[in-house]
């Protein structure tokens, strides 16, 4: 990075400073978020403080862990940011969760959960993310705690922690995921599509929120999500005695997403270049409809879900023999390459969640408290955004007008969003 950084940080922050009002807050955001990209190992905020001649530890360690600041206002400039370096119709909303490995007890929301990251159990906080990408530019826009039940059982740790009163009930991550999703719609950031992994997308609450905001998305599923053929019938079964049917079932039994896909055409797709050559896999894809309706007894079959909305269901068979499964409720005369395109989109964020650890800290914090957690978070984003909006400049890329942009394979037959 070369020297004026550093400059190019300062005017950079002018909008956020703004809304921060109080001299000595202008001061310490640049500080922190200039301690976040500059050189050691270190983003915790006493080595932090250690590298800097100007900011002492304690008023460093004020500003993160205990002024009285809202971070709504720096908020929405980050996402008003993020929005006109990337956002468009073309743009990808994608929903994850990151790990931040701890140790102890006294951290907000840690707890044995599993990692992501690490493939396994751990003692960690997690932390679902959002993320707008465009063009393989990933932007952070969202890191929300999710507070597992040994947490929000405690009423007194979590006072102890600070977690704010309105978010002490347990919540989902895909809860929590619709609720950030909400307020980033509110604030007119514009994407085509939300993508998610199988933890997102094995919840039918959460396929079915997406689709009753409009919006366009492609999720991982578990092999055995149940699904119907897209001609799947309603019919008045006969009854052999007793009284009539009084409700339509259907004319043929859900069958696991896999199973339904054994016998489909499975085509070699390419997705775009990578570093080493074209990534390519194979791919089959077919309408279904998707058994996530309303449970009823089936004669022998017992209870069953009622067929619900219609959607693709695609299967990936990769080239180290690992086999995934997706639903997408992209339309009907999606090409497999474009459905191939939006699966395969969601990379950029695991990129993200890397750089923002790797190289700025996020899992250097060592505060206890939620708010002091949740700034360290947005300094992150804020810094990450920063150091994108740089590269974009330096590689001289002039995004289109978004506005006049528009992907005709992400465009869904409903309304999307204002």
Known sequence: MDEDWQGDLERWLAPYLEGLGNKTRRRMCPAYIAGLIGPGDRKSIQPMAARSDAISYDRLHHFIGAGLWDSAPLEATLWNQADELVGGDGAWLIIDDTALPKKGKASVGVAPQYA?????????????????????????????????????????????????????????????????????????????????????????????????????????????????????QLIFPVAGRGRPRVRHVPDVKSMAAHAMLEGAKWRQVSWRKGTKGRLTARFAAMRVRIANGAPQRIGSAGAQHMPGEEAWLVGEHRSNGERKYYLSNLPADTPIKALAGAIKARWVCEQAHQQLKEELGLDHFEGRSWNGLHRHALMSMMAYTFLQSRRLAQAGRKKKSPRSASSPHLACSAPSHP
């Open 116 to 232: 992501t990251a690490l493939g396994k159990n751990a003692n960690c906080q997690t932390l679902v993310s959002v993320t707008l990408a465009s063009c393989e530019v990933p932007l952070m826009l969202s890191l929300r705690l999710f507070l597992p039940e040994s947490w929000t059982s405690d009423t007194a740790r979590m006072d102890k922690a600070g977690v704010p009163a309105p978010l002490q009930e347990y919540r989902t991550k895909p809860e929590i995921a619709i609720q950030e999703i909400d307020r980033i719609i509110a604030a007119g950031v514009r994407f085509g599509c939300v993508l998610a992994d199988a933890g997102y997308g094995l919840s039918a609450p959460f396929r079915q929120a997406l689709s009753a905001r409009n919006l366009c998305w492609a999720v991982g599923i578990p092999r055995h999500q149940k699904v119907y053929p897209a001609d799947v």
